[in-house]
């Protein structure tokens, strides 16, 4: 390959950060936009440098410069993927990768010279495959990701490309490389595809974050992070075919407005959220849990019937007697009443089950509350 088609990568890529900049425009996450496209012309323009290089004086200068900033390029590229899905490396990081790529390009010692120079790209190639797996499985939900897949490629052509150079380095014979041979070529090649590629798979992150975003804030009870009823529709439109009983468990929480008058709103509200977060911990991972109005949820168990719902409740009604959701007040205690009913999904509709369910809920608060029934 050519020093004007290494010219030409650059370019593209300095483009495709360009449109990545304006088609997120509207995203939340504007820092992150923001640091991509710096990432973006900071890695073509050190391209360019390369690009440009002529055999003579001063070549090796332009040569570390230029490799120094297409490596922090990337490894800025990397910490942005690493910050959205969670990771926190170090905000200088990718300086560090440029100032260790320039100065292993003016190493004295020439065998550990080429050992680090050998192993820049690879090593950064393994880590943005990994960081684009990663992304993929947890924001998007892929459980495979065609860009991680391209810089692996990118990573294992190079060390190909430079095996035998580094073989001839450290036995003190000339290098051999060719900047016009297969092995340069394809090995740009998919450098250039998995760069091209990882700008759109960052776009894709960056628009799905906010996807999740509205989702959730169309989805979720702001107070207790537990579905609302339109979440409870969508549930329903989607649950499997395969799914022949459904455990329907309403939950009220006893004596909740002398709760209120004695401790005040925000007293309550703490009660709520404690009750919320004991569900989500004590509940299987494809259960659903419902805030169905005020004080009373609804969870739901796939694959459990009538049985399994009960010794879940009766489980988890002992853990909130325990719970103490004011910490200034260690007297407060609260508890709910719950009433079960086995939705037979091809037998009745939903809202038949969960009115069984509120009967027995109904049923539980007659008894005295604090207690499980099933109908």
Not at 159 to 164: E, I, N, Y
């Amino acid at each position: 390959m050519s020093n004007s088609l290494l010219i030409m990568v650059s370019l593209a890529i300095a483009s495709i950060g360009l449109i990545t900049w304006q088609h997120s425009v509207r995203s939340d996450l504007i820092r992150a936009r923001r640091r991509w496209l710096q990432a973006s012309l900071l890695l073509a323009a050190g391209m360019l440098v390369e690009g440009f290089v002529e055999p003579g004086k001063g070549e090796m200068v332009r040569l570390a410069l230029g490799s120094a900033m297409s490596n922090a390029g990337i490894a800025l590229q990397l910490t942005i993927i690493a910050r959205v899905t969670g990771l926190k490396p170090p905000h200088w990081l990718w300086l560090a990768v440029g100032a260790l790529s320039l100065l292993d390009k003016l190493l004295p010692y020439r065998p550990l010279m080429s050992v680090l120079e050998s192993a820049e790209i690879p090593l950064l190639y393994l880590a943005a495959a990994w960081l684009y797996q990663r992304a993929e499985r947890l924001v998007s939900h892929n459980r495979f990701s065609p860009t991680a897949l391209l810089f692996l490629l990118g990573a294992l052509l190079f060390v190909w490309r430079d095996a035998g150079d580094f073989l001839l380095r450290a036995q003190g014979l000339p290098d051999s490389i060719d900047y016009l041979d297969r092995q340069h070529q394809l090995a740009l090649t998919f450098a250039a595809a998995a760069q091209i590629c990882g700008s759109v798979g960052f776009l894709n992150i960056v628009l799905q974050r906010q996807h999740n975003r509205l989702e959730d804030a169309a989805n979720l009870d702001p107070l207790t992070g537990a579905g609302n009823r339109r979440a409870l529709q969508y549930w329903l439109r989607t649950l499997e075919a395969s799914v022949e009983r459904v455990c329907v468990v309403m939950l009220d929480i006893d004596h909740f407005k002398l709760i209120n008058d004695r401790y005040g709103h925000p007293a309550g509200d703490a009660v709520l959220q404690t009750l919320a977060e004991l569900l989500r911990q004590g509940i299987r991972e494809n259960d659903m849990l419902i805030r169905y109005g005020g004080e009373e949820f609804c969870l739901l168990m796939p694959d459990a019937d009538a049985d399994d719902g009960a010794q879940a409740a009766e489980r988890l009604l002992r853990a909130f007697r325990a719970q103490t959701p004011l910490p200034g007040h260690p007297e407060l205690r609260a508890a709910f009443s719950a009433g079960v009913h086995e939705w037979r999904c091809r037998q009745q509709d939903f809202a038949d089950a969960q009115q069984k369910a509120d009967q027995a809920l109904y049923q539980a608060k007659q008894a005295g509350r604090g207690q499980v029934r099933r109908l």
